[in-house]
């Protein structure tokens, strides 16, 4: 199928490393344009050549924290008319929520509700005057089963998600869609590092840990960063009008119900 996508220009926020690169590089293999953010330059040097070099569209770097409105700006920037966003950033940390002050959940609010509202809010006229739109925000399966030791992540994306279901529904006859997708566990530096964490305080190997994660997940395994890219792909293409505010959860199955 053709996604419809060849000569758009995209925002990947949070794209020097898993899922948002896997998103950048999904893309890009589609024949868009992509300025890609982070906050490691030389990490992110490295992706935009690597991007480039497999699939030979423009890739623009924009190193900053899109967080902060300097980094935002910088991202706008670099690409005033996006055709397409997609939301990332850092999720926040793991913990006891008694340890938790009022500036550890502006931090958790701002990365991961109020940037991918800013952000949206930046783009999204433009997107209704040009009649084509795609807004994909990443947020967790968490959303659909809070996990308990990350408060702060499953109240702030909890909060974007109540915005998109509303919003998404006062722009989508102007064929400017925004949907999210819920990784459960994926492959990446952010899942290793979780592995790491609860090997130490477990005291158990870490293969084991991973191995006991892919046993108990219904697809026997855990997910791969491309096949999350490409989902977020498909849900830029110029063929999902119609999917509209939906939360899709690319979990292998984890989450059991027989609604969703
Ligand atoms: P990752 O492998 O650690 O990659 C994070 C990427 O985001 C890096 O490129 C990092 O580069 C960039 N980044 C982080 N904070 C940033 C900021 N403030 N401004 C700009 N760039 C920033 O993480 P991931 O696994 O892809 O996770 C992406 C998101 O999905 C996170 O919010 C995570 O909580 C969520 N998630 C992931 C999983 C999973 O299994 N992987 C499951 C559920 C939810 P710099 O550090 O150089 O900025």
């Known amino acids: 199928m053709d996604l ?3 000569g758009k220009k995209a925002i990947v926020c949070a794209a020097s490393k898993g899922l948002g690169r896997a998103c950048a590089m999904s893309l890009a293999r589609e024949g868009v344009d992509v300025v890609i953010t982070a906050r490691t330059a030389a990490d992110l040097e490295r992706t935009a050549a690597e991007i480039r070099k497999e699939t030979g569209v423009k890739v623009t770097p924009v190193a900053g924290d899109i967080t902060t409105d300097a980094g935002r700006a910088a991202a706008l920037a670099a690409c ?3 055709d397409i ?3 990332n950033a850092g999720g926040p940390p793991r913990g006891d929520f008694r340890d938790w002050g009022r500036d550890d959940w502006i931090k958790a609010i701002d990365a991961n509700m109020l940037t991918p509202i800013l952000l949206i809010k930046a783009v999204v006229d433009g997107m209704i005057e040009r009649k084509f739109g795609r807004i994909v925000n990443i947020t967790s399966a968490s959303v659909k089963s809070p996990i308990p030791e990350l408060g702060m992540s499953n109240g702030a994306r909890a909060g974007l998600t109540g915005f998109v279901a509303g919003t998404a529904r006062q722009i989508a006859r102007h064929n400017v869609i925004i949907n999210n997708i819920l990784p459960g566990p994926f492959l ?3 899942l ?3 592995f790491a964490e609860a090997a130490r305080a477990s005291n158990r190997p870490v293969d ?4 006991e994660r892919m046993k108990s997940n219904p697809a026997g395994r855990v ?3 491309a096949e999350f890219g490409d989902a977020c792909a498909f849900l830029c293409s110029a063929k999902i009008g119609f999917i509209v505010g939906q939360n899709l959860l690319l979990d292998g199955g984890a989450f059991n119900s ?3």
């Open 80 to 82: 005033p008319a996006p």
């Open 4 to 6: 419809g996508l060849k």
């Open 85 to 87: 966003l997609i939301n």
């Open 258 to 260: 027989s609604s969703t």
């Open 208 to 211: 084991e840990l991973v191995q």
């Open 223 to 225: 997910g791969d960063p």
């Open 192 to 194: 290793r590092s979780g």
């Open 188 to 190: 990446t530096d952010r």
